[in-house]
């Protein structure tokens, strides 16, 4: 039976110090950058990428990959569509927590489905939910295989494997889209220096 919706009588308790007095601390803004994408189209690369790049230049910041928060946060969780649902609405409410605490939150999870993501980009003010595309070609991503999982998928040995036999629905209106240039696919270290350069951009990385 569900418990979900059975928080009733509950308070929201304020604290002295707040999120502003933590920027200040940290000298940066909170906001969560929201990596999408097939499996094996570099989620995971831009997100260590990014976090790299933004250590060494003095910014805090956490990865929540979607792969290593299957193995606790939601072990419980399988790939039917209310489950990922329900990891995506999990990981988004984790990511909002991070963002409070003045960190940059890098999410990179394949959240296939655009109401999901759309519900987390709702949950945060908006200009602090930055959708980063990784609009990388199923071919590309195919013979990647890092994991081997797109051959098992097409064996039928994995049923509803995003791109195969289950949808992925491309972002409409994300902040950063990430694509292959004359048929090579960027630099790991290029495309964190793309995030990186819409972060200063919009002042994230510094507080006034
Ligand atoms: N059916 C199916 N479809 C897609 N992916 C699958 C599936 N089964 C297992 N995997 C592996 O799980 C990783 C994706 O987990 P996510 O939490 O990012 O998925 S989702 O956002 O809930 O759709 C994904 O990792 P990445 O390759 O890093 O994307 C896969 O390794
Ligand atoms: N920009 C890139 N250039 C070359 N290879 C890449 C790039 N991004 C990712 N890869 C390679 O593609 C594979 C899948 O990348 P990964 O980051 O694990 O994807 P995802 O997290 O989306 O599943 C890995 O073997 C990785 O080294």
């Not at 993501?117 to 590309?140: G, K, T």
């Amino acid at each position: 039976m569900s418990t979900l919706n059975n928080s009733t009588n509950v308070f929201w308790q304020e604290c002295q110090v707040g999120k502003v007095d933590r920027q200040k601390l940290l000298n940066q803004k909170g906001c969560v950058v929201w990596i999408t994408g097939l499996s094996g189209s570099g989620k995971s690369t831009l997100a260590c990428a990014l976090s790299r790049e933004l250590h060494s230049r003095g910014k805090l910041s956490y990865v929540l990959d979607g792969d290593n928060l299957r193995h606790g946060l939601n072990k419980d969780l399988g790939f039917k569509a209310e489950d990922r649902a329900e990891n995506i609405r999990r990981v988004g409410e984790v990511a909002k927590l991070f963002a409070d605490a003045g960190l940059i939150c890098i999410a990179s999870l394949i959240s296939p489905y655009r109401k999901d993501r759309d519900a987390c980009r709702a949950m945060l003010s908006d200009p602090n939910f930055i959708e980063v595309f990784m609009n990388m070609p199923l071919e590309l991503c195919e013979s990647r295989d890092a994991k081997g999982l797109y051959k098992l998928a097409r064996a039928g040995k994995i049923k509803g494997f995003t791109g195969i036999d289950d949808p992925y629905e491309p972002p409409e209106n994300c902040e950063i889209e990430i694509e292959q240039e004359n048929g090579v696919c960027p630099m790991p270290a290029a495309m964190a220096g793309h995030v990186v350069s819409y972060l200063e951009e919009k002042g994230f990385l510094r507080v006034q």
